[in-house]
């Protein structure tokens, strides 16, 4: 069981994604355990206050070190276990990818911190195993980020997902972009499905699949397709 603890200033933020779609029927089937853990619970203001002014002058706040100190080491004594990952939602991270998402689902226990208003004090990052960003651009807290990551690592944990087979083919999990797709009914709007996915010839729609996904990821991300070993297969594929 991969077990998933967020600790965030807004719990009730989770609360409908985390009960809807793959992430609810996951943690029904009982491959998932998810535990929302509210900052604030371990405030020592009576107020509930976590954020203080930063030293040497500034604008904004810094969320408070003790509170995020304190909710880990809580999760800890739970867990009583060593192989945990404290994962800090961060511009500064490390960005993330279908190769990370891949990583972090073989662990069993995760743990998120989500920052809120101008970031954390520095010192919470010394008990931090992974900083992760989900990418260039600033957002108002680390839920969304937190959301994406436990949504992308969900579904990677076997038994999630309906078929065994279904991760393997997206997009990124072999460095290309996933072939395209089609569905009932057979002519829309003077636009037909491919002949070839008519055909039954199963290995002629592997080769069409294959040829369309190394396409595809040529014209929308050169980024990806310039770091893949093509083979002799593929390059006749192309031409």
Do not use: W
Request: charged fraction near 30%.
């Amino acid at each position: 069981m991969l077990n998933i603890y967020v600790l965030t200033l807004f719990p009730e933020f989770f609360e409908s994604p985390f009960s809807v779609s793959i992430i609810k029927r996951a943690c029904d089937k009982g491959l998932v355990k998810i535990e929302l853990i509210d900052i604030r619970d371990f405030s020592h203001d009576k107020h509930r206050k976590v954020d203080d002014y930063p030293y040497g002058g500034g604008c904004g706040m810094v969320m408070k070190p003790e509170p995020i100190f304190e909710a880990v080491e809580y999760v800890d004594k739970k867990i009583n276990a060593k192989n945990r990952r404290i994962i800090l939602l961060s511009p500064q991270g490390k960005i993330f990818n279908q190769s990370l998402a891949q990583d972090l689902s073989k662990e069993e226990h995760l743990v998120f911190i989500c920052g809120h208003y101008e970031g954390i004090d520095e010192r919470v990052k010394t008990i931090v195993t992974d900083e992760i960003s989900i990418g260039d651009f600033i957002l108002t807290g680390g839920e969304v980020p937190a959301l994406a990551v436990v949504d992308a690592v969900i579904r990677l944990v076997p038994g999630v997902l309906g078929s065994s087979e279904s991760p393997h083919d997206e997009s990124f999990c072999n460095g290309l972009l996933e072939y395209p797709q089609y569905t009932r009914p057979q002519v829309y709007r003077n636009l037909k499905v491919p002949d070839v996915l008519l055909s039954g010839n199963h290995k002629e729609i592997e080769l069409y699949r294959r040829k369309e996904a190394l396409k595809k990821t040529r014209e929308k991300r050169p980024d990806l397709f310039n770091k893949l070993e093509l083979n002799n297969n593929d390059n006749r594929l192309l031409e």
